[in-house]
């Protein structure tokens, strides 16, 4: 009525095969948890390598914000041109000043706090 079974390297049964399933499922699962590493590592590299070249460009590139308190006689020109980067219109950095200081017109008063946005300053 009952049917032994005996394990010993001789007897191809059903109870040897299970072992070399699960070692090839063992196996299988070993290669995707090192592939999924080694995808990981390289993603977290390239990461890494982004931020420093964000980092990088952005020290370069730098835009400074200084507040200036206007004397008697200061214009916008002349403000301007001591914080004029190399190549770039007066009269445009003028409306960006204007802009960034949400002034309705060019007149100032001698003791007016401004702040002007620049990336190079021209003098000291």
Same mark, same amino acid.
């Given at each position: 009525m009952y049917?032994?079974?005996? #394990? /010993? #390297?001789? /007897?191809k049964n059903k109870l040897n #095969?299970? #072992? $070399?399933?699960?070692?090839?499922?063992?196996l299988g699962r070993l290669l995707v948890l090192i592939s999924f590493i080694f995808l990981f590592s390289l993603l977290v590299t390239f990461i890494i390598n982004n931020i420093g070249l964000a980092s990088f460009d952005s020290g370069s590139n730098k835009k400074e914000i200084e507040t200036v308190i206007v004397q008697d006689g200061d214009t916008l020109w002349s403000i301007s041109e001591d914080y004029l980067s190399g190549g770039m219109d007066p009269r445009k950095y003028v409306y960006k000043i204007r802009e960034f200081n949400n002034l309705d017109d060019i007149m100032l008063r001698?003791?007016?706090?401004? $702040?002007?946005?620049?990336? %190079?300053?021209? $003098? %000291?």
């Open positions: 049917k032994t079974i005996t #394990r /010993n #390297r001789f /007897n #095969r299970p #072992r $070399k399933v699960k070692f090839e499922k063992l001698s003791g007016q706090e401004i $702040k002007i946005p620049f990336e %190079d300053k021209k $003098k %000291d």
